[in-house]
Nanobody, 123 residues
Framework: QVQLVESGGGLVQAGGSLRLSCAASGNIIFINGMGWYRQAPGERGELVASISSGGNTHYADFVKGRFTISRDNAKNTVYLQMNNLKPEDTAVYYC?????????????????WGQGTQVTVSS
């Protein structure tokens, strides 16, 4: 079993900052891509940012210049630094990872989601 545990959400005023963390644990051989998604009430989930194992990043247009994704491969952890937060950033943020896991059948690809962390930005 692989678990993703998120932390760092909370309530912040517009213009403020938060840093989300997501740590993966389990029989992980290798983590390929990691990313952050969000879902606001009544809205579809959307990709916020992603990062490859080599550090290549991708951002949704609505966070470019404000959010920074990074990862610590030694700790199997991905981070999302969120600056200049806006009320429209209010959502539950989920991390995702796709990885190779050790099984009795050998290495197997899989992916996992975190439990979600609430980010609320007040105006």
């Amino acid at each position: 079993q692989v678990q993703l545990v998120e932390s760092g959400g909370g309530l912040v005023q517009a213009g403020g900052s938060l840093r989300l963390s997501c740590a993966a644990s389990g029989n992980i051989i290798f983590i390929n891509g990691m990313g952050w998604y969000r879902q606001a009430p009544g809205e579809r989930g959307e990709l916020v940012a992603s990062i490859s194992s080599g550090g290549n990043t991708h951002y949704a247009d609505f966070v470019k210049g404000r959010f920074t994704i990074s990862r610590d491969n030694a700790k199997n952890t991905v981070y999302l630094q969120m600056n200049n937060l806006k009320p429209e950033d209010t959502a539950v943020y989920y991390c995702n990872a796709d990885y190779l896991i050790s099984t009795s059948l050998g290495p197997q690809p899989n992916d996992a989601w975190g439990q979600g962390t609430q980010v609320t930005v007040s105006s």
